[in-house]
């Protein structure tokens, strides 16, 4: 009722999606993270940032250093999925700002020149960017399993510098066997939405 949009992509993107927890072997392409990324630069972030940073962890060699990092029951799907991504917030992003807000190149020093602020700014938006970039697996008609339990520290230290602070690890891929538990309760529209 009331959207535009196709059911079945309705459905794609949302209603039948779920988080898969095994994955078939067939491979994801670089191919299909570009077209996925094609789609997934144009959600909305503040002053139209992009602190959203992808590292793909396609060699075996990093997948073990990756799982090792990883909380024990979060291991097996780290191992096995096609594809790992380590989503991570970049909170030096302002320097990118004067390419991104050309209209307004000013933005950069007067709102972030502090990285506290910085850093705030960057954990949301780039949390924002990162549930873009599940929705856009998803439209790639793939699959994708995000993850926080991890150590952190431990795969900032591994993967990253000072300057990225990881968000989550998530696996993608088809859907394998019993790739789900059963859907789990979403709260009603009546708990969650008020009018003032
Ligand atoms: C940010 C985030 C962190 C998550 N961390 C884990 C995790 O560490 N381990 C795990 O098995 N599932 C994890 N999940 C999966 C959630 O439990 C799952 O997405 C949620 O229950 C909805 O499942 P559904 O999409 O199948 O309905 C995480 C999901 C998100 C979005």
Redesign the pocket.
């Known amino acids: 009722m009331s959207l535009v949009l196709d059911p079945a992509a309705q459905d794609l993107l949302f209603r039948e999606?779920?988080?898969a927890?095994t994955f078939t072997d067939e491979p994801v392409t670089d191919e299909q993270v570009q077209a996925i990324y094609d789609l997934v630069k144009f959600g909305p972030t503040a002053f139209n940032q992009s602190p959203l940073r992808v590292t793909l962890v396609r060699s075996p060699e990093a997948r073990e250093r990756l799982v090792r990092h990883m909380?024990e029951?979060?291991q097996p799907?780290t191992a096995a999925a096609p594809l790992v991504a380590i989503l991570s917030a970049d909170n030096e992003f302002h320097e990118e700002l004067p390419q991104l807000l050309p209209h307004a190149p000013q933005i950069k020093d007067m709102f972030f020149s502090e990285r506290p602020v910085r850093e705030n700014a960057a954990a949301l938006n780039a949390a924002l960017q990162?549930a873009y970039f599940?929705i856009g697996v998803r439209a790639a008609g793939l699959a994708a399993?995000?993850?926080?339990?991890?150590d952190f520290a431990g795969v900032q230290k591994e993967f990253l510098d000072d300057d990225h602070a990881p968000l989550?690890v998530v696996n993608i891929g088809k859907p394998g066997e019993d790739a789900?538990?059963p859907?789990?309760p979403r709260l009603a529209f009546d708990q969650v939405i008020t009018t003032v």
Not at 145 to 150: E, F
């Open positions: 999606a779920r988080t927890n909380a029951g979060n799907k990162a599940i399993g995000p993850m926080t339990g991890l989550m789900w538990f859907r789990s």
